[in-house]
């Protein structure tokens, strides 16, 4: 079956601009998770979702971050206002249930987003 | 402070030689860990994991990880390697065993020697 993917896949941006960056999980996924990984680096943790709602929003960095799912499958990563430092593959992950920890996160292949 | 370290930044090994990953961690009580390999252009996909019971784990493509209480370390290894092996381990731990996040290590490039 198909897999978490991701769009866009590369995203260039102007500083201050908006970006939507956007999740399809795998279909049936309770879990869906967002992570942002800075080149030469390991994935860290922004959000968690359980069906629609937003359990864990610890790792978002600044408010200027706002991630949504409305109805618990596809998911959206917003970022205002975006700075160069916000450059880095945003990946996006899902995981068939929530309750057991055992459950494997699939990831997706990330969106590459650069800001100049 | 609480952390996954992978000390080892780049590794370059022959092909058809051993291999092993050093991780260490820091945290409290036994978190469940992983090991994911990510390849150029591809996503992270998981290689095996620990939650509890026999300390050596069997994962796919012929990996295997140890789970040393003592040593609060996950080692990844695999007896001969093949060129398409080539690409970034990172070692990955659940700190508090709750599914709701996973804090990753800094990642080890592995390069293959012809």
């Known amino acids: 079956g198909a897999g978490v993917s991701q769009s866009p896949r590369y995203k260039v941006a102007k500083r201050g601009q908006d970006v939507a960056l956007r999740c399809d999980p795998i279909s049936g996924h309770v879990s869906l998770f967002w992570y942002q990984q800075a080149l030469g680096q390991g994935p860290e943790f922004l959000t968690y979702?359980?069906?629609?709602?937003?359990?864990?929003k610890s790792g978002l960095p600044s408010d200027r971050f706002f991630a949504e799912r409305p109805e618990g499958s596809v998911s959206t990563l917003k970022i205002q206002r975006t700075q160069q430092e916000d450059s880095a593959v945003y990946l996006c992950?899902?995981?068939?249930?929530?309750?057991?920890?055992?459950?494997?996160?699939?990831f997706g292949p990330g969106t590459r987003l650069l800001v100049l | 402070a609480q952390s996954v370290t992978q000390p080892d930044i780049h590794i370059t090994v022959s092909e058809g030689a051993s291999l092993e990953l050093r991780c260490n961690y820091s945290?409290?009580?036994?978190?469940?860990l992983f090991w994911y390999v990510q390849s150029p252009g591809q996503g992270l996909q998981l290689l095996l994991k620990?939650?509890?019971?026999?300390?050596l784990v069997q994962g796919i493509k012929g990996f295997e990880a140890e789970f040393k209480r003592s040593q609060s370390s996950f080692n990844l290894r695999k007896p001969s390697v093949h060129w398409s092996d080539a690409a970034e381990y990172f070692c990955a731990v659940d700190p508090y065993s709750s599914a709701s996040k996973i804090i990753f290590g800094s990642g080890t490039r592995l390069s293959i020697r012809p």
């Open positions: 620990y939650f509890s019971g026999d300390t």
């Open positions: 992950a899902s995981s068939l249930e929530s309750v057991r920890a055992q459950e494997t996160q699939y």
């Open positions: 979702f359980q069906n629609e709602a937003q359990l864990d």
């Open positions: 945290y409290g009580a036994t978190p469940y």
